[in-house]
């Protein structure tokens, strides 16, 4: 399976920490897309980095892209209580029009 | 705009009883997919739709039936539900070809089969 996986499964961090998750997949990717899931809700795009990109900055969301590795990581720095949510990645394939997603990172920012 | 909507948001049924998950966008979206979601894990393609009349099938397509007349709907056909397909349905939509573009989500549909 092309599905991503994404590590740790679960991070409990204190308010103002940086957060950091990772995400690994198995065949080459068109692009690689994070997403933040609220609890009981539906999935919002956070940032999309190409393959020919290794790093993207989205206010305090930075994304890394290693095609070599074949891992991305994502980071919240001064993280909020509101960032508390789990976080998917998701990998898209050249010339498929399908995204793969991972199982999740359920990220816990404590106040 | 409304966005992504789904109905029913909760669903209970008994297994060998069909029904059909609706799901409507109005941003003239041309890609529209369903995923669905067990617990501890990620979202798994069901069926997706590149346009009007044209659909095609995901990761877990067994049980389930899609068609697409309108650019605005996409509904998910059960056609004999079982209780394996006891999850939490997303669909969602994005402007062009889902794997360069923002995928939009709905809020989900919990379906529970007894």
């Known amino acids: 399976s092309q599905q991503g996986e994404e590590d740790p499964q679960a991070l409990s961090i204190q308010e103002g920490e940086n957060a950091t998750m990772n995400c690994s997949y198995k065949t080459s990717i068109n692009n690689l897309q994070w997403y933040r899931q609220n609890s009981g809700r539906g999935l919002v795009h956070l940032i999309l980095?190409?393959?020919?990109?290794r790093e993207k900055h989205s206010g305090r969301l930075r994304v890394t892209l290693d095609t070599s590795k074949k891992s991305s990581s994502l980071l919240i720095t001064a993280s909020r209580a509101a960032d508390t949510a789990s976080y998917f990645c998701?990998?898209?394939?050249?010339?498929?029009?399908?995204?793969?997603f991972g199982s999740g990172t359920k990220l816990n920012v404590k106040p | 705009n409304a966005g992504v909507t789904q109905t029913p948001k909760f669903q209970v049924l008994k297994t060998g009883q069909s029904m059909t998950l609706q799901c409507a966008q109005d941003m003239n979206h041309e890609y529209m997919s369903w995923y669905r979601q067990d617990p501890g894990m990620g979202l798994r393609l069901i069926h997706y739709s590149v346009g009007a009349g044209i659909t095609d099938q995901g990761e877990v397509p067994n049980g389930y039936n899609v068609s697409r007349s309108t650019t605005e709907d996409f509904p998910l056909r059960l056609l004999s539900a079982a209780p394996s397909q006891t999850s939490v349905y997303f669909c969602?939509?994005?402007?062009?070809?889902?794997?360069?573009?923002?995928?939009?989500f709905g809020p989900g549909t919990r379906l529970t089969v007894l």
């Open positions: 969602a939509s994005s402007l062009t070809s889902g794997s360069t573009d923002t995928q939009y």
């Open positions: 980095i190409r393959s020919n990109e």
């Open positions: 998701a990998t898209a394939l050249y010339n498929f029009n399908k995204f793969y």
